[in-house]
């Protein structure tokens, strides 16, 4: 089984900063992709940043500039979003997102698995 959990929202003024960690738990080898969407109430889940199978990256234009997405290379179970610049428009709720994954025992996963949600209020 897979879960991802979501760590470092909250509160900030605008132009501020937030760090957020997703840590993706089970007997995990291989993820093919992993990022960060967003949706506030009423609206569509959207991309924000993610991880390819190749390691490419890909940035919502919203946030291109402002926001990083990165990952713990060490055992590749986790990303970091990185939030500079923070605008009003980037309050919602941010979810870890993962798929194609790999256990330890060779069975492949297509998912997609979603974290629980961290709450970013970007507001002065």
């Known amino acids: 089984q897979v879960q991802l959990v979501e760590s470092g929202g909250g509160l900030v003024q605008p132009g501020g900063s937030l760090r957020l960690s997703c840590a993706a738990s089970?007997?995990?080898?291989?993820?093919?992709?992993m990022g960060w969407y967003r949706q506030n109430p009423g609206t569509e889940r959207e991309l924000v940043a993610i991880?390819?199978?190749?390691?490419?990256?890909?940035y919502a234009d919203s946030v291109k500039g402002r926001f990083t997405i990165s990952r713990d290379n060490a055992n590749n179970k986790m990303v970091h979003l990185q939030m500079n610049g923070l605008k009003p428009e980037d309050t919602a709720v941010y979810y870890c997102?993962?798929?194609?994954?790999?256990?330890?025992?060779?069975?492949?996963?297509?998912?997609?698995?979603w974290g629980q949600g961290t709450q970013v209020t970007v507001s002065a």
């Open positions: 089970g007997s995990i080898v291989l993820i093919n992709a």
């Open positions: 991880f390819s199978r190749t390691g490419s990256t890909n």
């Open positions: 997102y993962a798929a194609g994954v790999t256990t330890d025992d060779s069975v492949h996963y297509r998912g997609p698995y």
